[in-house]
């Protein structure tokens, strides 16, 4: 009997989900490159910037590895409202979050000698404390902004294949952790059924503290059934497909290691290098 694809043990899709994280992308035009791009190193060629990014303390660093981000999302992905929403809302509102509260955690008594900008009483804000704040705003969400146009174009079931492809993870690692994952966006569908259910039926309602309680009690139990019965299908098809019977599995669908990811590190890890040493955040010594 030939060996198949381990894929279908992490399940069918769900009829009338309305969102699965893992399921196959839709395609997208050439232009944007990004989703041709082996997940790998889409993951791996930020990750030296990232790590460097921990030791910086200026803000022009950080912020020029955020327009590289930027750079890349805008050529590189479909924009979507969802694109534009974390360009442009969440990332200036986490800056300014970030910056403010560290600003007001910052030791005063180690930017004392600099202007004061705000004084409320005995307590004082310089303009220090609003360098220090606002330069760890920067850096932190700079790392996290490198490792958006991953995030943003590579799904699970790619991820799990590239590891398992390039990486040699091993199979029953890798697609176990994928048929794990994908319990998510099953109980999130499962949770809205029990809902309307209960909502059709009259159950649990009222306002307050007390009924949404009861109202949060009730889903437990018919939840947990549900995930006992997903796990049990789940188990039954992976025995059905004799998953990890065999050292190695057909890969029903191949990511391969291209030329372009090989000139997409190359330039990125390039452009970051670029940055770092114009910029040169650590000083002379």
């Known amino acids: 009997m030939g060996r198949v694809s381990a894929e279908p ?15 196959d992308r839709v395609p997208a035009p050439p232009l944007r490159f990004l989703y041709g791009l082996n997940p790998l190193v889409k993951l791996l060629a930020p990750v030296p910037a990232m790590v460097l990014l921990v030791f910086v303390r200026d803000i022009a660093t950080p912020s020029a590895f955020l327009a590289l981000s930027y750079a890349v999302l805008l050529v590189g992905v479909n924009f979507t409202r969802r694109l534009a929403a974390i360009l442009l809302l969440a990332v200036p509102l986490g800056i300014l979050l970030l910056g403010v509260g560290f600003s007001l955690w910052t030791d005063a008594a180690q930017v004392d000698s600099t202007p004061v900008v705000a004084q409320l009483g005995a307590w004082t804000l310089y303009r220090g404390a609003l360098e220090i704040g606002f330069a760890s705003a920067f850096r932190i969400v700079a790392i996290i902004a490198l490792a958006l146009p991953a995030g943003l174009s590579t799904t699970g079931p790619d991820i799990v294949r590239s590891t398992v492809q390039q990486l040699r993870v091993p199979y029953r690692i890798g697609y176990t952790a994928l048929a794990a994952f994908r319990f998510v966006p099953r109980f999130g569908h499962e949770l809205e059924v029990i809902r309307q259910a209960h909502r059709v039926r009259g159950a649990h309602g009222g306002r307050g503290p007390f009924a949404t309680a009861a109202r949060w009690t009730g889903y437990i139990v018919p939840l947990l059934a549900g995930a006992i019965r997903h796990a049990e299908r789940v188990a039954l098809s992976m025995d059905a497909r004799a998953f ?9 669908h191949l990511v391969p290691f291209r030329a372009r990811d090989v000139v997409f590190a190359v330039l990125f890890l390039a452009a970051s290098a670029v940055i770092f040493v114009a910029l040169f955040p650590w000083g002379l010594g």
């Open 9 to 23: 043990a992490v399940a069918a899709e769900i009829p009338g989900s309305a969102v699965d994280p893992y399921a």
């Open 244 to 252: 990890g019977a065999y050292p190695d599995r057909t890969e029903r």
